[in-house]
């Protein structure tokens, strides 16, 4: 078979060329289109890594926030904390929720809530424990309402 064409090629040999160079164009095509897949493929999957990175993170600081606010509420529960327990353990919610990531509008919100109920109760608790003024008959009804408030505050967290 004579793979040069010249002058003197038949309609035949140039339709035969033209026939290999098509092939070739779609097989390059397709090669060109195969690699942009895995390219694209490997992008998404190293997103989904990322996102699943940063959940395992959230659910973590989530974990830690539940165990926290479970233990202050069973501690609430069983045994007097003074003013400077509740709010040395209300520190720690404060930090927690604050380390925790948040991923949507409506997660940054309920964050923003958390921190915002945590603190409030962090500064009552603070306020009692520099109040000198108070007999302890008062600050012992304060600390107990502030018990009470701070484990509804809990139970509200445990259900967000």
Same mark, same amino acid.
């Given at each position: 078979?004579?793979?040069?064409?010249?002058?003197?090629?038949?309609?035949?040999?140039?339709?035969?060329?033209?026939?290999?160079?098509?092939?070739?164009?779609?097989?390059?095509?397709?090669?060109?289109?195969?690699?942009?897949?895995?390219?694209?493929?490997?992008?998404?999957?190293?997103?989904?890594?990322?996102?699943?990175?940063?959940?395992?993170?959230?659910?973590?600081?989530?974990? %830690?926030?539940? *165990?926290?606010?479970?233990?202050? +509420?069973? /501690? #609430?529960?069983?045994? $007097?904390?003074? !003013? &400077?327990?509740?709010?040395?353990?209300?520190?720690?919610?404060?930090?927690?929720?604050?380390?925790?990531?948040?991923?949507?509008?409506?997660?940054?919100?309920?964050?923003?809530?958390?921190?915002?109920?945590?603190?409030?109760? %962090?500064?009552? *608790?603070?306020?009692?424990?520099? +109040?000198? /003024? #108070?007999?302890?008959? $008062?600050?012992? !009804? &304060?600390?107990?309402?502030?018990?009470?408030?701070?484990?509804?505050?809990?139970?509200?967290?445990?259900?967000?």
């Amino acid at each position: 078979m004579n793979t040069c064409i010249g002058p003197g090629a038949t309609v035949r040999q140039y339709r035969k060329l033209w026939r290999l160079l098509i092939a070739v164009s779609l097989s390059v095509e397709n090669s060109c289109t195969i690699v942009q897949m895995q390219k694209d493929n490997a992008d998404i999957e190293t997103r989904i890594n990322i996102k699943q990175q940063e959940l395992s993170r959230l659910q973590t600081t989530r974990s %830690r926030l539940a *165990a926290e606010s479970a233990r202050l +509420n069973s /501690d #609430l529960q069983q045994r $007097e904390l003074n !003013a &400077r327990e509740l709010r040395t353990r209300l520190d720690e919610l404060v930090r927690i929720n604050a380390a925790a990531p948040a991923a949507s509008p409506q997660q940054v919100a309920d964050q923003q809530e958390r921190q915002s109920r945590l603190r409030t109760v %962090r500064e009552q *608790a603070q306020a009692l424990e520099q +109040n000198g /003024d #108070l007999s302890d008959e $008062e600050k012992r !009804a &304060r600390l107990e309402a502030l018990r009470v408030r701070t484990a509804q505050l809990l139970e509200l967290l445990k259900d967000g």
